[in-house]
């Protein structure tokens, strides 16, 4: 947990101040890995209320409210606008990041701190109606079989109805490569 300045999530490594300032800064995947992990020994989220107080709102912080965007209510990887820490061709914010978010928020039990509705249009917006799929972001189409089946999970996730599961899901099962 990075407990220096505004940036309370995990970073990727152990803090230390001589590190370069890229690795300080506190990633949405480096939070939900870290978390993942720690929930596999961590019983009662409750007992570390000082961390919840830290953590989810550095989660919520990364949702974006920028409504004439397409990425209205999608999630950052980071509160740094000089990184691209997840990569191209996902640009931030995209599905992938947005993953983390949520699937983080989910092992603590507290998925309704987010903007459920603003999250709910940014899923509206990604998903092809045409094609029955999600898009991992509104630049490559490249990611669809992949950003499909976490789409689905998301959805599941935040109760968002608003597409075609069996269709999406015939549009996973149509994409399988011979290994299955």
Do not use: C
Not at 3 to 32: H, Q
Not at 64 to 92: A, H, M, Q, V
Not at 120 to 138: G, P, V
């Amino acid at each position: 947990l990075n407990l220096e300045g505004d940036e309370n999530g995990f970073i990727g490594r152990p803090y230390n101040d001589e590190l370069v300032s890229e690795f300080k800064v506190a990633t949405m995947d480096n939070t939900y890995f870290a978390l993942s992990t720690l929930n596999l020994f961590i019983d009662d989220w409750a007992v570390y209320g000082f961390y919840l107080n830290r953590i989810v709102p550095f989660i919520n912080s990364l949702q974006s409210i920028s409504g004439y965007d397409w990425f209205f209510g999608s999630f950052l990887n980071d509160n740094n606008f000089t990184l691209d820490t997840l990569g191209s061709p996902l640009f931030e914010p995209n599905l992938l990041s947005s993953y983390y978010a949520v699937k983080s928020l989910k092992i603590l039990n507290l998925v309704d701190t987010i903007r459920i509705h603003d999250f709910h249009t940014f899923l509206n917006t990604i998903y092809d109606e045409q094609e029955f799929k999600f898009q991992a972001n509104d630049i490559s189409n490249a990611l669809d079989i992949v950003a499909t089946p976490i789409g689905l999970e998301l959805s599941n996730i935040t109760g968002f109805f608003n597409f075609s599961r069996t269709e999406a899901l015939q549009f996973v099962m149509n994409n399988r490569n011979t290994l299955g």
